[in-house]
Nanobody, 119 residues
């Protein structure tokens, strides 16, 4: 059973920083991508950033490029999201996602962590 647990959310002022962490447990036998998504009140969930576990390829949404950094630590089975220069529009519940590539692709989600940026 794959389990993802996020941590690190909170309240921060505009321009501040937060670091989210996603801890992964369970047996995973596939090519893994780790992603962060977010969902603001009244809006659809949107993709924020992604990284491949094995070769570390990165990708970011335009709205966070240059401000957020995704990383992974394969030894610790974690995927972090460093968020700098935060803006009120970054306020959302942030979700960690593990995507297994392959013919039987699957997705696993964490419970989410709230990030609130005050103006």
């Amino acid at each position: 059973q794959v389990r993802l647990v996020e941590s690190g959310g909170g309240l921060v002022q505009t321009g501040g920083s937060l670091r989210l962490s996603c801890a992964v447990s369970g047996d995973i036998m596939c090519f893994v991508e780790m992603h962060w998504f977010r969902q603001a009140p009244g809006k659809e969930r949107e993709w924020v950033a992604g990284i491949t576990r094995d070769d570390g390829n990165l990708a970011y949404a335009d709205s966070v490029k240059g401000r957020f950094t995704i990383s992974r630590d394969n030894g610790k089975n974690t995927a972090d999201l460093q968020m700098n220069s935060l803006k009120p529009e970054d306020t959302a519940v942030y979700y960690c996602n593990l995507h297994c590539r392959g013919p039987n692709s699957s997705d696993f989600w964490g419970q989410g962590t709230q990030v609130t940026v005050s103006s």
